[in-house]
């Protein structure tokens, strides 16, 4: 097929999630023509379905409640939640992150986000998670408004697929269509990758962490590693290649038919969001929290705590999962996309229905229990009076159940108590989802994506998952702070670059 050529951009960004949405705001923003190319038929990358927390210090939601806090004491505290990778990290991408981020939240309230907390998480020294209202879906609402506002042209269904170098700088991306059509999308100004992570490509997995982990079943199926494919043909060098995020066990989302599938394609503007917020200020915790549980949440990960105090892991065939001395979740993460259930009876129930025995966090919420699940989540959530009778619930065999429980009865270590009284429960399925890997392209603290050398490659800049530059993000939030700050700045500084006049494709 003919290749065929779009002139008409100073800026090209590869991505329409959090970070690409970003750039291309900010690079429209400094009057750039700006286009977003994204391989998906939605904008929602890895930020759409998030849990929606950023981590930010010196927030006016901070002052109200009279919270001291800095930039530096954050940046002290991410750096403990590096740990072992402080010694290799870039300090001053991750002073970028800590001392921009407040700004970003600003940035991203001005468009018309409302934000939830802070909540505090350990280690942080103080409260810091800001949760969006009403779920993560609503990054990627406002940041497309903003970005047509703006201008900007989206295209979805178009996978950057090639870099295209003029004189040894990055002018344009070759794409590939859905249906095969090749175009090159020439940058008069610059590119900026913004394509996320590669949890989903088995290939890259494989080379760069292991084969075991290269079966774990990825969250966002677009999630391939082109960015770094693409820049490492151009020199550029992937940091932290073989760090990636321990699977966590999951619950599926809130189902998108019914009342929660409306309440999930509400916009999330003002008129949705004020009220959350002040019923969540005002209201009973458990009449919000029945509300919350439909739309605010999206993957909520079961406790492992669950499993200390006696609550079993049974596959889909009703066989026992959780005696094998392996940790949880890769249990979990060996079942695959069929997963399992946890099943526990009344007593766990009610240890797990009040502070401090949270079944999952939620954001904004916070903290779910039992019942907040039996109440809202019926999706995820069986009971029944007997053994037999929860096995017909869940669609297992009864006497493959029954022999587990018994099994794991006799078999039972100190601290946790057989599971002897219903009604029973079982939450599920429950699979271990693989949520990201952490190996971006090396970036220099404007955002240029770095060659051999560490020197710059002209005319390429990288955000996001895809220009994560060796740092840790450990701690919940970060990672979205990172997306959102990384992808403004590059944007920015991509609308600034020199002109280049456009030639032909090479
Ligand atoms: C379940 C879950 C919960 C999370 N919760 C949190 C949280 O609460 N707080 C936090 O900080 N972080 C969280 N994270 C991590 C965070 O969501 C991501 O790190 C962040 O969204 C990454 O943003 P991004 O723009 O780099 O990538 P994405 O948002 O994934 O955007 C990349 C986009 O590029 C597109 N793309 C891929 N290849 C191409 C190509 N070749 N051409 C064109 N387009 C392409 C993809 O389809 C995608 O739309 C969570 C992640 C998951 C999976």
Not at 106 to 132: K, Q, T
Not at 308 to 332: H, Y
Request: aromatic share 6%; with cysteine; hydrophobic share 40%.
């Amino acid at each position: 097929m003919p290749i065929t050529q779009r002139t008409d951009y100073d800026v090209v960004v590869v991505g329409g999630g959090g970070s690409g949405l970003a750039a291309a705001i900010a690079a429209a923003s400094e009057g750039a023509r700006t286009v977003v190319l994204e391989k998906a038929d939605e904008l929602r990358g890895s930020t759409g379905r998030s849990v929606g927390s950023i981590a930010a210090s010196a927030t006016p939601d901070q002052q109200r409640l009279g919270i001291d806090d800095s930039a530096d004491r954050h940046l002290a505290d991410y750096r403990v939640l590096s740990g072992t990778l402080a010694a290799t990290e870039n300090i001053e991408l991750a002073k970028l992150l800590t001392h921009n981020v407040t700004d970003t939240l600003a940035w991203l309230r001005g468009m018309g986000m409302e934000f939830f907390g802070p909540v505090g998480e350990a280690p942080h020294s103080a409260p810091r998670l800001h949760n969006v209202l009403p779920g993560s879906r609503s990054y990627i609402y406002h940041l497309e408004r903003k970005a047509r506002q703006l201008g900007v042209t989206i295209e979805l269904g178009v996978a950057g697929d090639r870099l295209v170098q003029n004189a040894g700088r990055v002018s344009g991306v070759e794409t590939c269509g859905a249906d095969g059509s090749r175009v090159v999308y020439s940058a008069r100004r610059a590119v900026v990758l913004a394509s996320g992570d590669f949890s989903a490509s088995a290939e890259l997995k494989s080379k760069w962490i292991d084969d075991r982990v290269a079966r774990f079943v990825p969250v966002n199926p677009c999630a391939t590693g082109d960015a770094q494919r693409m820049a490492i043909e151009l020199g550029g060098q992937v940091l932290n290649a073989e760090v990636f995020d321990v699977p966590s066990m999951r619950l599926a989302p809130p189902p998108s038919e019914g009342l929660f599938g409306l309440l999930q394609r509400l916009a999330p503007r003002r008129y949705l969001t004020a009220p959350i917020r002040w019923g969540m200020a005002h209201l009973p915790n458990w009449l919000i929290r029945a509300l919350m549980m439909g739309f605010v949440t999206t993957y909520l990960s079961p406790r492992e705590a669950l499993f200390d105090a006696g609550a079993i892991l049974v596959d889909t065939a009703g066989r026992l999962r959780s005696d094998s001395p392996e940790n949880i979740n890769l249990v979990v993460a060996g079942l695959g996309e069929e997963g399992g259930y946890i099943i526990g009876d009344r007593a766990l129930y009610r240890k797990f229905s009040a502070d401090p025995c949270y079944v999952a966090t939620a954001p904004g919420v916070a903290f779910a229990y039992m019942p907040d699940f039996r109440r809202s989540r019926k999706d995820v959530y069986a009971e029944a009076s007997t053994l037999p009778e929860l096995a017909t619930e869940i669609g297992v065999p009864a006497a493959t159940l029954s022999k587990s429980v018994a099994a794991a009865n006799e078999s039972l270590a100190g601290g946790s108590a057989p599971l002897t009284e219903g009604p029973f429960f079982a939450l599920g399925p429950v699979r271990a989802y693989l949520l990201q890997t952490n190996g971006g392209l090396a970036v220099s603290t404007d955002l240029e994506v770095l060659g051999a050398d560490d020197r710059p490659l002209p005319g390429l800049y990288a955000a996001g998952n895809a220009g994560q530059g060796g740092l840790a993000l450990f701690g919940h939030g970060h990672h979205l702070g990172w997306a959102f700050t990384s992808g403004r700045i590059a944007g920015r500084n991509a609308a600034r670059s020199a002109i280049t006049p456009i030639r032909a494709a090479s």
